[in-house]
């Protein structure tokens, strides 16, 4: 850990692990972006694909890359990193690394609403990424009301939000059974997560949220760390409590929410990537950037292990990472049993 003095007094702490974990990762997933962009039905070498980003390509490549394969993999970094920094958050929030999205019903939430808009109004594409959305932010406010009794603690999040996951799974059950045969079969295509057909109107929004959002969860980052340490400290040290858990709360439903009206509900995602971030840095406190850069990776290479991994069978990116975040959750299961915490 070092501390740099700037011009006008403010000293910033810089922790060189994590810087040198971030930037690696950073690379990672540029690297990762760019042999995802050159991989497909038509191969594209990978120093043909940097000359056309670079705008030095011919025009069918920079049909093929530009309109078809860059908004895919920016999709896939907005999603990854959203539901890295949403773990990051629920994760700190609930003091428990079981405290994700996947556990906590978000993702289930916004299926709800998205499978509403499928099987109920036959909606468009872009109304039911609207419904899930929707579904997310109704699921999260459910959770907190539910879980306040003169404050919100973290056992009490998870085991509400576990709750509320049984019943959107319930309801997603209920509506798959209502559904006729086209609507189910486009249900069960959005429901497994997936990039494929995604353009640049999944990319705006998404990156205009996480532009918004991002600066309003670095401010709380240090309330945040504060929290990690417990209710009763992070009030003696004036931090403000139940602000700071509002606003990263709203912030983390927001990111899953839009994440998952993008691509559908990939799963375990924001499960893996805050815990992995963690082990890396070995830092104690959120790991926000890092969990941030963790899961941009992770979805990139999972996606590119759809594609590649299987053969001529190319698998949707949910059911890979789904596959591996849930090896990952037995072995944190395992691991936090004999530590004695479960």
Avoid at 112 to 118: C, E, V
Avoid at 224 to 241: F, H, I, K, N, Q
């Amino acid at each position: 850990m070092k501390a740099i003095r700037t011009r006008g007094g403010v000293s910033v702490r810089l922790d060189v692990r994590t810087a040198v974990v971030v930037v690696t990762l950073v690379l990672a997933a540029l690297v990762a972006s760019v042999v995802l962009i050159g991989t497909g039905d038509f191969d594209i070498p990978t120093a043909d694909v940097i000359r056309t980003l670079l705008g030095n390509g011919d025009p069918g490549q920079e049909f093929i890359i530009n309109d078809l394969r860059l908004p895919r993999v920016v999709v896939g970094l907005l999603v990854g990193a959203s539901l890295g920094l949403a773990g990051a958050l629920f994760q700190s929030i609930s003091r428990n690394p079981l405290g994700s999205p996947d556990v906590l019903g978000i993702g289930q939430g916004s299926t709800a609403g998205a499978l509403l808009m499928i099987v109920v109004f036959s909606g468009s594409a872009n109304q039911v990424a609207g419904a899930a959305l929707v579904g997310g932010l109704v699921t999260g406010a459910a959770m907190y009301l539910l879980s306040w009794r003169g404050g919100v603690h973290g056992y009490r999040l998870v085991l509400v939000g576990i709750g509320m996951n049984a019943l959107a799974v319930a309801i997603n059950g209920y509506l798959m059974t209502k559904a006729d045969f086209v609507d189910a079969a486009r249900a069960v295509v959005w429901m497994t997560g997936s990039l494929n057909g995604r353009d640049w109107d999944q990319v705006w929004p998404l990156l205009t949220l996480c532009a918004v959002l991002l600066p309003a969860v670095v401010m709380h980052a240090r309330p945040l760390r504060m929290l990690e340490m417990g209710d009763d400290t992070a009030y003696s040290l004036g931090a403000p409590v139940e602000r700071t858990r509002v606003v990263l709360m709203g912030a983390a439903v927001l990111l899953t929410a839009a994440a998952t009206a993008a691509a559908g509900p990939v799963s375990f995602v924001a499960l893996t990537a805050p815990q992995l971030a963690r082990r890396l840095t070995r830092s104690p406190g959120p790991n926000l950037v890092p969990a941030m850069c963790m899961g941009a990776t992770l979805l990139i290479v999972a996606d590119w292990a759809s594609q590649r991994a299987f053969g001529a069978d190319q698998l949707p990116v949910g059911v890979v990472t789904g596959v591996l975040g849930g090896v990952y959750l037995l072995w944190l299961l395992v691991t936090e049993r004999r530590a004695g915490r479960i």
